[in-house]
C-alpha cells in the first residue's frame, strides 16, 4: 500500500530501498522557503542498521504489512531463542538479537507475537508487563520524601529496575517490558 511521505508514523513499517525498514520517530518540518517535509529515523528489520530519510509531500514509500502469528518460547540455547508455532507445533530459532532487550524478560512457556514478512520473522512482541520477584533490594535512605524517591533492585532475571521504597526482596511486582518500569505489586 502506497503512502504519502507526510502519513509516515512511528511503527510503520515500509519497504524503502530493497530492505524492511520500522519507523522509530518522526519530525514534521515546514520551513519559511520550500515545502513541508517529514524527517524520518529508521531501522532495518533485516540487519539492524539505522538512518534518517527526509520525505516531501510528494514522496511515495511502500507500507508493509506483517503477518502475525502466536507462538510460545521455549528455551534459549547460547544467542538463539526456539519458539514452538502454537498451530503447528513446529519449532522456529531466532537469534537473541531480533527480539532486543526485551529477551530478559522471556520466561519459558511465555506467549509471544511474531512478525512474519515473507514467512521470514522480522520480531517477537512480547507481553507488555510480565511479572517478576525481587531478589536484591537498596535499603531505604533515611530522609527521602516517599513521593518521588525510588531505589534500585534486582529482579531474579538479572534486570535492574527502579522500584518504591516499601518493596523488599521476595516481594513479586508487575514491570513494564519495554520501558523497565515498576508498575504496581503483583497480587
Do not use: C
Amino acid at each position: 500500500m502506497k503512502i504519502s511521505g507526510v502519513d509516515i508514523r512511528p511503527g510503520n513499517i515500509l519497504e524503502y530501498e530493497g530492505g524492511i525498514w520500522k519507523v522509530a520517530k518522526i519530525q514534521h518540518t515546514q520551513p519559511g522557503k520550500g515545502g513541508a517535509f517529514m524527517q524520518v529515523e529508521m531501522k532495518n528489520l533485516i540487519d539492524g542498521r539505522k538512518t534518517n530519510v527526509r520525505f516531501r509531500s510528494a514522496d511515495t514509500v511502500e507500507r508493509v504489512r506483517l503477518d502475525t502469528k502466536d507462538f510460545q518460547f521455549l528455551y534459549a540455547e547460547g544467542d538463539d531463542l526456539v519458539f514452538m508455532d502454537k498451530d503447528s507445533y513446529e519449532q522456529i530459532t531466532i537469534k537473541k538479537d531480533v527480539v532486543g532487550e526485551a529477551a530478559e524478560f522471556l520466561s519459558d512457556g511465555m506467549d509471544v507475537v511474531l512478525e512474519l514478512w515473507e514467512e521470514r520473522p522480522i520480531s517477537v512482541e512480547l507481553p507488555e508487563h510480565v511479572e517478576a520477584t525481587i531478589v536484591e533490594a537498596d535499603a531505604v535512605v533515611k530522609g527521602q520524601t516517599a513521593s518521588s524517591s525510588y531505589k534500585p533492585a534486582m529482579l531474579d532475571n538479572g534486570v535492574r529496575v527502579m522500584v518504591p521504597p516499601h518493596i523488599t526482596s521476595g516481594t513479586r511486582i508487575v514491570v513494564h517490558v519495554y520501558d523497565r518500569e515498576y508498575v504496581k505489586r503483583a497480587d
